[in-house]
């Protein structure tokens, strides 16, 4: 394996959605963050400049949006994890690191972004 990997990245793909453990978080929901990380062998794509060598961020982002929308979970751990699997399956990238992010969590008086 290289020493330094190729990735193709997105940062900050953002959805609604009802995931969460209360109540709250259920009824009310809370915008969600997501960043993702593919390692890709990307000399195929610098050599030709042809979409069909790489991975197409514009479909990641697509992907994510509907696996994260479709099927409200407890845990950011369960999403992530659910993401992380997507990704392998359906891309082809040899690793992925996924953040997920919730940004406004209806909870009283948290500061900052819980994530995982």
Excluded at 109 to 115: A, H, I, K, V
Aim: hydrophobic share 45%; with cysteine; net charge negative.
């Amino acid at each position: 394996q290289a020493l330094s990997a190729d990735k193709v990245f997105l940062e900050d793909v953002r959805f609604y959605g009802h995931h969460g453990v209360t109540k709250a978080q259920q009824t009310v929901g809370a915008w969600f963050s997501v960043d993702a990380e593919l390692h890709v062998d990307l000399a195929p794509a610098a050599a030709s400049d042809d979409l069909r060598t790489t991975v197409d961020y514009g479909l990641v982002a697509a992907r994510i949006v509907e696996e994260s929308t479709k099927e409200r979970v407890n845990l950011l751990e369960r999403l992530a994890g659910r993401l992380a699997t997507m990704l392998l399956g359906e891309f082809p990238c040899s690793e992925v690191r996924v953040r997920v992010r919730k940004l406004t969590p209806p909870m009283e008086g948290l500061q900052g972004f819980p994530g995982v």
